[in-house]
């Protein structure tokens, strides 16, 4: 038969090892959010660098068109 003393440390120790457990239950559940916020994070800065260069062929079609039609104005003007 187990004293008190022995009974009280196996407790403590089965208590520790669910400690434990739960703590790397926690840890493999955080490395899954982790994981999915940067997939996340990688997607959003993909899209946000393609509209960013679709943004700036429209300036570069927008700085064509603008001397153009300058180009076309200066064509009209009175002496």
Known sequence: MKTSLQMFYITGQCTDMQTIEHVGQNNRSAQEEVSASVEEVTATMQEQA??????A???????????????????????
């Open 50 to 55: 393609g509209m960013t260069e679709h943004l």
């Open 57 to 79: 062929e429209m300036v570069q079609t927008i700085d064509t068109l603008t001397k153009r039609l300058a180009a076309e104005a200066a064509k009209f003007k009175t002496k």
